[in-house]
């Protein structure tokens, strides 16, 4: 080669060399900059942040997804390969296997962040890049092709192994500013607007029902300004009605309506607020913080932590169990504030009874079946009315105006309704006159911390809440009562609410949308439920918190992956408040989402077509809970209206017609029975056939009668006979988890106490017999 080729050669070489210096300082700067934006948070932890990063906790990093690398052959040229000679792959093969298992290289590689697992795919991927590669950097070449020469040593890979690993895991090369970002241990210094003032907290303890809430209630109508934070829609709806009638202007903010009393729309001194509608920037002279033992909840407890650190409020009044007295003296404490108790006892007392009630027969006026189940409230109320008995329903995917129309029939002296069948919705936000709580099952579906569903029996603090609904201080019943409606589970209700609440110990806590978004600005090709994983990972909390559980979260930000959308809008649009268990609400964020990202406003008559309306009143109780579902997707236009205005521009027609099926599922609720016995027709007469005997005594059973439950008996052994019933109906009873051995038994002893009682059948024992009989007694699934 020419002495002119070889200074031609060694100048092509330098500028390559340059060009990566100017790349590498010019991302220095980006990530100098981007410092700028930690400047807040670095501040807040660096007291607690040591200097030596081995003191923080290991990232979890199965999370670290390696990022592909873009890379453009033309780039690199063939400077290596004339400066040297072309390298044989095989022989690069060898060297890169000689490599790998150098323990030195393994554990100098874990030095600086790569443990065995990114070790591995790290290599992997710089094997893959080495050999598949048509051209290299000249300067990877130059190495390679002195060890392949026998003129270099194979320890001279690693620091190019090491920036290929940095350009597909770029979070090494940050992790001391992630560790920043997501250092929770601190919240309290996220509120300075709050730490600039000395606020005065009361605490309001007190079981349910014994007007600690109505205390906070009196100051904040007092107060010239002052802002209420309840955790459901219908508490925050009540003290705005009772605060206007008062004479207090009042204004209502949750997360799918806004109202002002002011008809040019300015907004009145106090507000009565969704907690996580609550504003941490305006100041008002009394805040009123509703229960509080949420702020364990491993779902919405951070709500609470951001209400109770951050509103700007001279006085803080927080209402709730005296098991959270402790907790929250212990986290004023970081904040130097004081915590003042007012302790309260029960206006009226509730007694637990002695006795379980065992049949619906046993039903007395002012009585309320808990349940936790939708199937044991289609199967029961359907009993009682079976019964000749009127019974108003509640649970908690109804919409609230149906609740509220429910809770209102109920309490109605002059309306025949007596009974009334809810899950635990009852617990707050409706005022009940209930006589009697009875308790379906102490059973109840859960999602923990890890958000997986488990069965587990109440909590002594949700029996207490349930309970306390009985006898209710302004009611007609000024003494409670509580029992169960099986007789085993009257011990087990005994035990649970003789034990003390276990005690609050932490606070729920949430990333914000501005610390993933610094979390983004680091990892820009992680998805947005990767860099929740990473951040959750790497997150540090104190012994006073924890981070509340993200799995709903991530689940609609994996479902809207694919949607272009800006980081932001991405992250508001997965905080929407959906019941991800509807298929219907899910397809629909969907298309919300995607017609968003095209920029295309969606009109009322885009959502009109999108849920078929006018909608038809429910036939069945498939009906009514698809009308549930449409309810709640235009809650969801709602709530994303107050987000993106110009995107969601009909909000009062999508509130017009939500009023309308308000109306539609009221009337679907009213018939309920009926719609149950829509849903299947099969299992019709037989319980019309128990109704029929009930009316009349044993001796006076008339023949049409008979001959019904005849012809139906006949009917239930023709599809014993013919397999039908084996295979579908008790399958389907096996398959949603509603037949046990126990049950078994336990219905074989009822079917043989009926048969002694009727003498005019003979004694069946098999399953499909006691199936059926369970089906009599308890009505259909749904």
């Given amino acids: 080669?020419?002495?002119?080729?070889?200074?031609?050669?060694?100048?092509?070489?330098?500028?390559?060399?340059?060009?990566?210096?100017?790349?590498?300082?010019?991302?220095?700067?980006?990530?100098?900059?981007?410092?700028?934006?930690?400047?807040?948070?670095?501040?807040?932890?660096?007291?607690?942040?040591?200097?030596?990063?081995?003191s923080s906790k290991p990232p979890d990093t199965s999370l670290f997804v390696p990022v592909s690398l873009k890379t453009d052959p033309a780039v690199h040229g063939t400077v290596g390969a004339e400066l040297t000679q072309p390298l044989d792959k095989n022989e690069l093969l060898k060297i890169l296997n000689r490599f790998y298992k150098k323990k030195e290289m393994q554990k100098l590689a874990a030095d600086h962040g790569l443990d065995a697992r990114l070790f591995h795919q790290a290599f992997i991927s710089f094997r893959k890049y080495v050999l598949e590669m048509t051209s290299l950097p000249a300067d990877l070449h130059i190495i390679l092709s002195d060890i392949c020469c026998g003129a270099g040593h194979i320890d001279d890979v690693y620091p190019y192994f090491m920036r290929h690993a940095k350009q597909i895991f770029p979070m090494l090369d940050c992790m001391d500013d992630l560790r920043k970002i997501s250092d929770l241990r601190v919240p309290a210094d996220w509120y300075p607007e709050a730490r600039a003032i000395q606020r005065k907290v009361i605490f309001h303890a007190g079981p349910t029902n014994s007007g600690k809430t109505y205390h906070a209630i009196q100051r904040y109508l007092a107060a010239k300004s002052g802002v209420y934070c309840g955790p459901l829609k219908l508490l925050a709806h009540e003290i705005f009605e009772k605060s206007n009638n008062a004479g207090v202007p009042c204004d209502l903010v949750t997360g799918e309506e806004r109202t002002f009393v002011d008809s040019e729309g300015r907004a009145a001194g106090h507000v009565a607020c969704t907690i996580e509608m609550c504003s941490v920037n305006t100041p008002y002279e009394v805040a009123v913080i509703d229960e509080i033992q949420m702020i364990r909840d491993p779902s919405r407890g951070w709500a609470w932590t951001r209400a109770l650190l951050g509103l700007c409020a001279e006085e803080i009044h927080v209402c709730g169990e005296p098991a959270a007295i402790d907790f929250i003296r212990e986290l004023m404490y970081s904040t130097g504030e004081e915590v003042e108790v007012h302790t309260y006892q029960r206006l009226t007392p509730f007694s637990i009874l002695d006795h379980a009630v065992e049949s619906l027969d046993n039903l007395r006026p002012g009585d309320c079946i808990v349940c936790f189940s939708k199937n044991d409230i289609y199967s029961i109320s359907r009993q009682i009315e079976a019964r000749g008995l009127e019974c108003a329903v509640i649970y908690g995917s109804l919409p609230p105006g149906t609740k509220l129309s429910q809770a209102k029939k109920f309490n109605n002296p002059d309306d025949p309704c007596k009974i009334l069948v809810a899950t635990d919705a009852i617990g707050m936000g409706l005022n009940l006159s209930i006589k009697r709580i009875i308790f379906n099952s102490l059973v109840k579906p859960n999602i923990n911390e890890k958000g997986e569903k488990q069965m587990e029996t109440i909590s002594t603090s949700q029996a207490l809440q349930i309970a306390g609904r009985a006898g209710r201080f302004s009611s007609k019943f000024k003494e409670g009562e509580v029992t169960t409606m099986h007789r085993d589970d009257l011990p087990v209700l005994k035990e649970i609410l003789s034990h003390t609440v276990d005690p609050i110990e932490t606070a729920g806590l949430h990333p914000t949308a501005e610390q993933i978004e610094m979390f983004a600005y680091h990892l820009p090709d992680a998805t947005l439920s990767n860099l929740l994983d990473i951040f959750v990972s790497l997150s540090q909390v104190d012994g006073l918190y924890f981070v509340c559980n993200i799995d709903d979260f991530k689940f609609l930000a994996d479902m809207i992956q694919h949607i272009p959308l800006n980081l932001r809008s991405r992250y508001v649009f997965c905080t929407a408040p959906i019941n991800k268990k509807q298929p219907f609400v899910c397809t629909s964020f969907l298309k919300f989402a995607r017609q968003f990202s095209r920029d295309e406003p969606l009109t009322f008559d885009w959502v009109c077509r999108h849920v078929s309306w006018p909608l038809a009143p429910p036939k069945n109780i498939k009906d009514l809970v698809h009308l549930e579902a449409v309810h709640d997707v235009l809650d969801l236009y709602l709530w994303l209206s107050y987000r993106f205005m110009d995107m969601f521009p009909d909000t009062a027609f999508v509130r017009q017609i939500q009023r309308e099926l308000d109306d539609i599922i009221q009337q679907g609720v009213r018939n309920i029975t009926r719609l149950i016995r829509a849903t299947d027709p099969n299992i019709t007469d037989p319980l019309q056939t128990q109704s029929n005997r009930r009316s009349q005594t044993g001796s006076n059973i008339g023949a049409a009668s008979s001959s019904v439950l005849t012809k139906t008996r006949g009917q239930r052994g023709q599809r014993a006979s013919g397999g039908v019933m084996d295979s579908s109906l008790a399958s389907r009873l096996v398959r949603d988890g509603l037949l046990t051995p126990d049950l078994l038994q336990q219905l074989q002893k009822e079917w043989s106490k009926d048969q002694k009682q009727e003498n005019s059948h003979e004694r069946t024992t098999n399953v499909t017999d006691l199936t059926w009989t369970w089906l009599r007694e308890m009505g259909p699934l749904s």
């Fill in 1 to 54: 080669m020419s002495v002119n080729r070889c200074v031609h050669l060694f100048s092509r070489l330098q500028r390559h060399i340059n060009t990566r210096t100017s790349r590498i300082t010019s991302g220095g700067c980006r990530v100098a900059s981007g410092s700028s934006l930690l400047h807040k948070q670095q501040a807040v932890s660096s007291r607690n942040v040591s200097s030596n990063s081995s």
